[in-house]
């Protein structure tokens, strides 16, 4: 069964450095998504892409964050700045038009220390 | 808007019992509606959707919901848990007719399954 990939699985950084957060969705799809999930709270929205571009961004994702797909099949969360609170689980997330439910990968835990 | 509620953060069933998960959804437009499933240090898991059509849809691993527009529910059973069922479950809805897909979760019910 096609996966979504994230690498790596825990990164661990000081705060105020910069991270790349890495994925590879499935090959054919279309729609692409960060989430983040704050140890013991709810999975939150972060970004989805689309068509090369952000299709629609929550408050979270301030201009701290940014995304890109540079090769067409990588999709890349980088945090210029990081801060205590960025420490979480993110998760990767990609669909298609025909099949509603994304696949989300098994994301990276960040550590701001 | 959309938002969800789990009722019960904490669910604790026997082996062979009936599992009952609720959720209670609001959304402006006819909502699209799932639940993922996710085990200890692992993603989330589709285990079931609705986007139109028979109310009641069946997942994987012997769940079932059913969506009840009037009460705005899609509440999770399994007549029969197994111990492989413990793990925390999330409901998230998503809007109908859009172009986005963007999902709304809730706070997840974590369920243990006592032997």
């Known amino acids: 069964e096609p996966e979504v990939t994230q690498t790596p699985s825990h990164q661990v950084t000081q705060m105020g450095q910069e991270v790349i957060l890495r994925c590879v969705p499935i090959s054919n799809h279309l729609y692409f998504y960060w989430y983040r999930q704050i140890l013991g709270q709810k999975v939150e929205f972060l970004v989805s892409?689309?068509?090369?571009?952000?299709?629609?961004k929550s408050e979270i994702f301030d201009d701290q964050f940014s995304v890109e797909r540079p090769d067409g099949s990588n999709f890349t969360l980088k945090i210029r700045s990081t801060k205590l609170e960025d420490s979480a689980m993110y998760f990767c997330?990609?669909?298609?038009?025909?099949?509603?439910?994304?696949?989300f990968g098994s994301g990276t835990r960040l550590t701001v220390v | 808007a959309q938002s969800v509620t789990q009722l019960g953060s904490h669910v604790s069933v026997s082996e062979g019992a009936l599992v009952l998960l609720r959720c209670n959804y609001s959304s402006s437009v006819p909502p699209y509606l799932f639940w993922y499933v996710q085990y200890p240090n692992q993603g989330l898991q589709l285990l079931l959707k609705y986007t139109t059509g028979a109310t009641l849809v069946k997942g994987i691993n012997g769940f079932e919901a059913e969506f009840k527009k009037s009460e705005t529910s899609f509440h999770l059973t399994k007549p029969s848990a197994h111990m492989s069922d413990a793990a925390e479950y999330f409901c998230a809805v998503s809007e109908s007719g859009g172009s986005n897909y963007k999902l709304t979760f809730g706070k997840g019910t974590l369920l243990t399954v006592n032997p």
């Open positions: 892409f689309y068509n090369n571009e952000i299709s629609e």
């Open positions: 997330a990609s669909g298609s038009t025909a099949n509603y439910g994304y696949t």
